[in-house]
């Protein structure tokens, strides 16, 4: 197995443990069982648990702002209503946490944790600079947009794990009210009731 295949392998594994077991239980051990790769390898390819942990979570990161930036566009279409476009972006991006139990549950477990803070929030910040900026323009100039696109993601993965944990069923209509509770939430924030992006 070459240095990157065995890389991509901790990396996956990591997000599985995390997913299942919990930060706690996620050591070195649990991280390379059942990978044929020694645990010494992991201070080979990364610096320590911690930055392995770290770039595990980047890669669950990455593909979210992907998702993100990948639907905006959908927002600057001049139909249909502004709501309804804000309805097909929503649902691109809850479809893209439902996809996957094990990255949505990982991603929260590690984006709650003190790990976040320590050794990911600026970098996250970064990453997700350029969405706060495409969405500046259609948001009052007193509002806090990073703020505000925050309360979403938090609120969509707060309703994405109930589902996955089935305290909610994965219903058309579950998802349209997790939608109107997002949207009545931060419509007071739009520069104007049509959102004009």
């Given at each position: 197995?070459?240095?990157q295949?065995m890389?991509e392998?901790l990396l996956?594994?990591a ?6 077991e919990g ?6 051990k649990?991280?390379?069982t059942?990978?044929?790769i020694n ?10 648990k ?5 770039q595990a ?5 990455e593909e979210?702002a992907?998702k993100?930036?990948?639907y ?8 249909p ?6 309805r097909?972006y929503?649902?691109?991006?809850w479809k893209?946490?439902l ?10 477990r ?9 050794y ?10 350029p969405l706060v900026?495409t ?6 100039d007193e509002?806090?947009?990073w703020m505000?696109l ?15 944990n ?5 219903e058309d209509?579950?998802?349209e ?5 997002i949207?009545a939430?931060?419509?007071q924030?739009f520069r104007?009731?049509?959102g004009?992006?």
């Amino acid at each position: 197995m070459s240095p990157q295949d065995m890389r991509e392998t901790l990396l996956a594994r990591a997000v599985t443990v995390i997913a299942t077991e919990g930060l706690d239980k996620t050591t070195t051990k649990a991280i390379t069982t059942g990978t044929g790769i020694n645990e010494g390898y992991i201070y080979r390819l990364f610096s320590d648990k911690e930055d392995l942990l770290a770039q595990a979570f980047t890669t669950l990161d990455e593909e979210l702002a992907e998702k993100t930036m990948q639907y905006v566009e959908v927002m600057y279409l001049p139909e249909p209503e502004f709501d309804l476009r804000c309805r097909v972006y929503f649902e691109a991006l809850w479809k893209f946490l439902l996809g996957s139990r094990e990255k949505c549950i990982a991603f929260v477990r590690y984006y709650y944790s003190p790990y976040f803070t320590k050794y990911s929030a600026e970098d996250h910040k970064r990453r997700f600079d350029p969405l706060v900026q495409t969405f500046r323009p259609a948001f009052k100039d007193e509002a806090d947009v990073w703020m505000i696109l925050n309360h979403i993601l938090h609120v969509m993965l707060a309703f994405a794990v109930m589902v996955h944990n089935e305290q909610m069923p994965r219903e058309d209509h579950y998802s349209e009210h997790v939608f109107r509770v997002i949207y009545a939430s931060v419509k007071q924030y739009f520069r104007t009731e049509e959102g004009d992006v």
